[in-house]
C-alpha cells in the first residue's frame, strides 16, 4: 500500500514537473525572440557571424531544457557515441519516436541545422529562433533538397528525421525519400541516430500529462557512419556505379537500405 501511494506521489510529481518544464520551453522561447535575438542582431552585424551565435545560444538553450527535465525527473538519458557528433559538414539522420528528440539531438550537435515546418515560422514561440538561425522551410519546394545540401557543403550539421512526423504507436517505420535524396545528390555519408525511449513516452497521439508509470529513461546511440556506395551497393555491389548514375534509382534503394537499417536497431 506504502509502495503504491509513493508511486501514484512520484507520477503526479512528473506529470507537474513536465507541465513546468513546457511552460520554461515556450516561456524561453518567447523571451529569446523579444529580447536575445533583437540584441544578438545589433550586436553582430555580420550575417554568417549572427547565424552562428544564433544557433549556439539554441544550443545551450536546448541543452538548458534537457537538463531541467532530467533535474526535475521527468527523463533520464544516455548517450554513446558523442565524439562522432564533434564535426563539421555531417547529415544526422534519426528515427523519430518521441515530441522532444529534435530538442535532445540539438542539445548536443555543434552548429546544427535543420528542417522546419513552415508552421514554425509563424508561431510567436518559435519564429524569433527560427529565423534568426536560418533554418531550412520545408515550404521550399524543388530548392528544399539543393538548400539542404548546400548546408551541409558549409558546414553546418543538418539533422534530418526522415520519417517526417513522430512514430505510430505500432513501432512501424516508414521512411520518405527526401533524406535519401540529399545524401545521394549531394554524395554524403550518414551519421546514423538511433533513439529509444523506455517506457514509451511524449509519442505520436500521446498528451503530454499522459506519463509513463516510471521515469522515461532515453538512449541516444550515434552509429558509425554509413558509407553512401555502400549502402547503395548492399544488395548487388556491381551495380553500384548504374545507382548513383541514377539518382531516384539510388534514392529508393537507400530508403529502404535507411529503413531497414533503423528497423533493426531501435
Known sequence: ???????????????????????????????MRLFAFPLLALLVRDRQRRMLAARRLIQLAMRGFVELMR???????????????QRNGLLILANHPTLIDTVLLMAFVRHADCIVKNALWRNPFTRGPVQAA???????GPELIEDCINSIRRGSNLIIFPEGTRTPRDGSISFKRGAANVAVRGDCAITPVVIRCTPATLGKGCKWWDVPATVAHFSIEIGQDIDL?????????????????NPSAAARQLTHYLQHYFMKES
Open 134 to 140: 536560418g533554418y531550412i522551410s520545408n515550404d521550399q
Open 229 to 245: 556506395r555502400h549502402a547503395i551497393g548492399a544488395g548487388d555491389c556491381n551495380n553500384t556505379a548504374i545507382e548513383i548514375d
Open 71 to 85: 533535474a526535475t525527473g521527468v527523463i533520464r538519458y544516455r548517450i554513446t557515441g558523442l565524439e562522432r557528433l
Open 1 to 31: 500500500m506504502h509502495k503504491l501511494i509513493e508511486q501514484r506521489l512520484d507520477r503526479m510529481w512528473r506529470i507537474g514537473a513536465t507541465g513546468l518544464c513546457f511552460a520554461v520551453f515556450g516561456v524561453g522561447g518567447l523571451m
